[in-house]
Nanobody, 115 residues
């Protein structure tokens, strides 16, 4: 099993920055892809960015150029640096791990961007 815990959310003004962290523990070797997802009120959870085992990254168009996903393998931690935040970025942000036949999720962290 894999356990994920997010941190770093909070309240920020539009144009500001936040860095989210996701610490993984357990069967780390079973993780294929790590990703950040978000769910706004009344909407479905959607992918924001992910990073593959080989280090390749992918971003949803709405965050390209503003968000950066990275990882520290030694710390089993994935980060999401979020710059130039907009009110529409407000959501609960979840860390997710693709384990092949299953997935693991963190409890989420709230990000609120005020206008």
């Amino acid at each position: 099993q894999v356990q994920l815990v997010e941190s770093g959310g909070g309240l920020v003004q539009a144009g500001g920055s936040l860095r989210l962290s996701c610490a993984a523990s357990g069967s780390i070797a079973s993780i294929n892809i790590m990703g950040w997802y978000r769910q706004a009120p009344g909407k479905q959870r959607v992918l924001v960015a992910n990073i593959l085992r080989d280090g390749n990254t992918r971003y949803v168009d709405s965050v390209k150029g503003r968000f950066t996903i990275s990882r520290d393998i030694a710390k089993n931690t994935v980060y999401l640096q979020m710059n130039s935040l907009k009110p529409e970025d407000t959501a609960v942000y979840y860390c997710g791990a693709d384990l092949g036949l299953s997935a693991a999720w963190g409890p989420g962290t709230q990000v609120t961007v005020s206008a």
